[in-house]
Every structure is written in C-alpha cells, then in structure tokens.
C-alpha cells in the first residue's frame, strides 16, 4: 500500500484518514499554503501553518475549524507523523513531510529555492518519494537573479513618472504582490494597492510582518493624484472597468510566463517582468536532487515532458494528475 494516494476528493494517507491540498470536501485537509487552488473551502478541519492559517481564515472564513502548527512541529495521526517545512513560495507555504514505519514521503506544494525576502526560504527534506509541482518544467525557464528584475520595474517606473504617466503593474494578490512591496523602490513615488491586495497585506501586517505601506484605490482620489504613482493590482483589474480611473499610463505585468515569446502581447500589456513564486527548470532539478529521494510523482505543470527528462536521467519518475493550478496568470 503507498503511503500516499492521489483521489478524487485529492491526495490521501489512509493510514491516517486524512487528504492534503484537497479538491474536494473532505473531514480533515492539511493544507500546504493558502493559494485557492490548495485551500478550498468546504473541509470540516484544516491543518496548516501557523503563518497560513490568518490568511486562510481570511479567505474561506473566521468561522473555519482550522489549527496551525510551526514549520517543523510534528503531528502524529493514527502512526502517522506530519510535519511542514519551509517552501519558499509565499509567506507560510510549506512543503509537507509524511512519515510511517520508516517510509519518508514529501509533498511540495508550490515552491521556489530564491529567497524573496518575505518568505521563508525553501529547505530541502530527504525522502523516499517526492511529490513535486513542475509549473516551469521546461529549460527555457531560467530566471535571472531577482534584484535584476527589480531594477527593471523600478527604471520602468522612474520613466513613466518623468512623462507624467501612472504605472500600473498586475500581480497575484496573495505572493507576489507582497514580494514586490518588500523589494520596490519606494522613493520613486506614491504607491496604490488594489483592494484586493490592500485587504490582504493587512492580514498579513496584522501577523506582524513588516510591509511596506500602501494607499488603498478608491472613489476618493482624482485622475491626477496617479500621475507618477506606481499602482498593483490583480491581474482581473488589467483591462476593466477599474482601470478606467486612471490618467495616462503604462501597464506592466510580472510572471513567469513572461519567459515565453509573445506572452506580453497576448496580455495586452505594455511590459512583461520575468518574476515567478515557482521553481525554474534548474531549480526543480536542484530541489529533486537534494531530496535524494528514491522516486518522483509529478504534478500541475509540463509533467509529461519532465517526467521523461527525469527518467532519461535514471531517476524513477511517474504522472498524476490533480486540480492544482501551478502559477495561472501569477
């Protein structure tokens, strides 16, 4: 019997009757970190960081039966023993470690070896089999060095102010929205926060992290208090109704799709940044490695190819699928 199996309700230990990032309702979900696509609502008990769990509730609702561990606690549950470990992906994500009678089994979540600078940064945990996310499991994904994309915003930004435009830039809300403000220079000019992501970074400064502060979008301001201002917003702001508030601008996107040839142009935006919360090509090889695990289970992402590339590399590697996102429009 394998120590864990993937369901229709999602990935399941039935030595402990428990799922993990589940797609469906179930009685008890232990949750990797609080993106939708792997917290959803309707479980009866969470289990989670104790860094994921604020943001959680904030999601799905105060009201939720959920309790949150520190990263490296462990839960025994009928033998089983649970623990999370530092993902790197967003603040609080983690990677979870499964353990019975000696057999060690990681699931990944979503992670990222780079530290941001707001999350805690990945840690490898070795075991028998990895469960790993492959979003950008492709060799053409190969991030530069983080700062190099913050020095390009911000000289994006700097020349937009000197022409009198607002910037605005989509980013996910939850991740790398936060990543931006920790790293943005923010001497430039004003910065605007969505109300997406202005409700979130206060559940976030609530957990006593530092963040920087933002104004909140709304119908107080006039066209002309943008000019030169840096404005973040979703993605489903980009091209709305909402959009319509601001004077002249330039619009900017942040992904790790941006990578891919015509990308930019197909978001209709005017600047694509190559930014990703996920491992690249080298980084999930380095992950895999450095778990010195026995076996692979791909999933959410190029899997077919990268599973190949890994057992043409002599590392037993297999598919499953699940209703995992891996980064969207991120």
């Known amino acids: 019997m394998s120590l864990l199996k993937f369901t229709k309700k999602g990935i399941y230990c039935e030595q402990a009757k428990v799922y993990i990032d589940t797609w469906k309702p179930v009685d008890y979900a232990i949750i990797t970190h609080a993106h939708a696509d792997h917290s959803r609502n309707g479980n009866k008990h969470y289990l989670s960081t104790s860094l994921s769990k604020p943001i959680i509730q904030y999601r799905l609702g105060k009201d939720i039966s959920i309790e949150g561990i520190e990263y490296g606690e462990k839960r025994v549950i009928n033998g089983v023993q649970f623990s999370f470990h530092p993902a790197g992906h967003i603040i609080g994500s983690a990677q979870l470690r499964v353990e019975y009678k000696g057999e060690v089994w990681v699931v990944s979540g979503d992670y990222k070896l780079e530290n941001d600078g707001i999350s805690t940064p990945f840690e490898a945990i070795q075991c028998n089999v990895f469960i790993t996310e492959c979003t950008f499991g492709l060799p053409v994904f190969k991030w530069k060095e983080q700062q190099i994309i913050y020095n390009e915003i911000n000289d994006w930004w700097k020349k937009n102010k000197t022409e009198g435009k607002a910037t605005i830039i989509s980013a996910y809300s939850l991740g790398k929205a936060q990543r931006i403000l920790k790293n943005i220079d923010s001497s430039i000019g004003q910065i ?139």
């Open 192 to 330: 605007y926060t969505h109300g997406a992501i202005y409700n979130t970074n206060e559940v976030i400064q609530h957990m006593g992290i530092d963040l920087l502060e933002t104004t909140l979008v709304d119908d107080s301001q006039k066209k002309k208090d943008f000019e030169g201002a840096l404005i973040i917003a979703p993605p489903a702001a980009i091209g709305s109704s909402w959009e319509k508030r601001f004077p002249i601008h330039e619009t900017g996107i942040v992904s790790g799709w941006m990578a891919l040839r015509g990308a930019r142009r197909r978001s209709a935006v005017d600047r694509g940044f190559v930014l990703s919360d996920h491992a690249d090509w080298e980084g999930l090889n380095l992950a895999i490695k450095a778990t010195q695990c026995e076996k692979v289970i791909t999933t959410h992402g190029y899997t077919d190819i990268f599973t190949q590339w890994l057992n043409e590399q002599g590392i037993e590697a297999q598919v499953e699928s699940t209703e995992f996102e891996g980064e969207g429009n991120q």
